[in-house]
């Protein structure tokens, strides 16, 4: 069974950063494209990023495009977001997720496995 846990949420100013991460287990981690997803209060959940299974491509939401950055370490099993210049909008739980279609990229499009519990992310004004 796939699990997803992903850490490195908090409290941050308007301006300032952090980085996501998302340790995957239960699947072969460098056969499939990884992506994070985020979902505000009283809002459905939607695309952030995604990157490629080789890394080798990554895309973007609009609203994050320049601001976030999206890596993978298939050595650990890991995908981060790198989240810089951040905005009370970002305010967020943030999830990962695995497409369950090997050697699959489609940018957005993602078959999903079930969800973690994800990380919150406050940004203050």
């Known amino acids: 069974q796939v699990q997803l846990v992903e850490s490195g949420g908090g409290l941050v100013e308007t301006g300032g950063s952090l980085r996501l991460s998302c340790a995957a287990s239960?699947?072969?981690?460098?056969?499939?494209?990884m992506g994070w997803f985020r979902q505000a209060p009283g809002k459905e959940r939607e695309f952030v990023a995604s990157i490629s299974w080789n890394g080798g491509s990554a895309y973007y939401a609009d609203s994050v495009k320049g601001r976030f950055t999206i890596v993978r370490d298939n050595s650990k099993s890991r995908v981060y977001l790198q989240m810089n210049i951040l905005k009370p909008e970002d305010t967020a739980v943030y999830y990962c997720n695995a497409d369950r279609r090997a050697y699959y990229y489609s940018e957005g499009n993602f078959m999903f496995h079930s969800w973690g519990q994800g990380t919150q992310v406050t940004v203050s004004s």
């Open positions: 239960g699947l072969a981690f460098s056969m499939y494209a």
